[in-house]
């Protein structure tokens, strides 16, 4: 990675990391709504267990937990995380959530096909680079078992956020990442069978 996107990185993870220390749960209780298509997905795929990549400070996460799943949230920002487990507790789902202090620029703290499903709501549109990118999806597949789900959402042209902020040269490599539709996008690994 150039010098110029690890200080991007690193300012992006201070930012995070502050914004949470002075405005806890800023997102509020209820869950995104791409969080709900998830869970509805997941339980018709026969879901157990997920992983959520740049939880934050758990909203989605503490509902896949109320929804009967359990979860792996992670997050580079350990205020989010911390905001997160004192949430569990205070709603009786601590026993089904796990976080994990994690940078998705390193590979996942697990072992491969272990995994039932993937939940990524805006992880993909932090300063990463297009390499970078590739790696985090390789990681998820690597960790999911075969016929496991992926659920995950980005910014494009339509979203009522686009063109504000400042560009950089990363945003307009990673544009060929994002699809072109507003909803939440599916993914599933291709069972043994169907690599054949």
Same mark, same amino acid.
């Not at 997102?27 to 791409?34: D, K, L, M, T, V």
């Given at each position: 990675m150039a010098g110029g996107d690890k200080d991007l990185m690193g300012a992006q993870r201070a930012h995070w990391q502050d914004t949470y220390t002075a405005h806890?749960?800023?997102?509020? *209780?209820? %869950?995104? *709504? %791409?969080? /709900?298509? +998830? +869970? =509805?997905?997941? @339980?018709? *795929?026969?879901?157990? =267990?997920v992983l959520e990549l740049g939880a934050g400070h758990g909203r989605d996460a503490l509902y896949f937990a109320r929804e009967g799943f359990t979860v792996l949230a992670t997050d580079f920002s350990a205020a989010g995380l911390e905001q997160l487990r004192s949430a569990a507790r205070q709603q009786g789902v601590a026993g089904r959530v796990t976080t994990a202090l994690h940078d998705v620029r390193e590979p996942l703290p697990l072992p =491969?096909? !272990?995994v039932d499903a993937v939940f990524a709501h805006m992880l993909l549109c932090t300063a #990463?680079? !297009?390499?970078?990118?590739?790696? /985090? /999806?390789?990681?998820?597949?690597?960790? #999911? @078992?075969?016929?496991? !789900?992926? /659920?995950?959402t980005v910014r494009h042209t339509d979203d009522a956020h686009y063109g504000v902020g400042t560009a950089t040269a990363m945003t307009s490599t990673n544009t060929a990442a994002t699809p072109s539709t507003s909803s939440p996008a599916t993914c599933s690994t291709p069972s043994p069978t169907a690599e054949r």
């Open positions: 806890a749960g800023m997102y509020g *209780a209820q %869950p995104s *709504a %791409p969080a /709900v298509h +998830a +869970a =509805d997905v997941f @339980r018709r *795929a026969g879901v157990k =267990d =491969d096909g !272990t #990463l680079s !297009t390499e970078e990118i590739h790696a /985090v /999806v390789g990681e998820i597949r690597r960790v #999911l @078992r075969p016929g496991g !789900t992926l /659920v995950y």
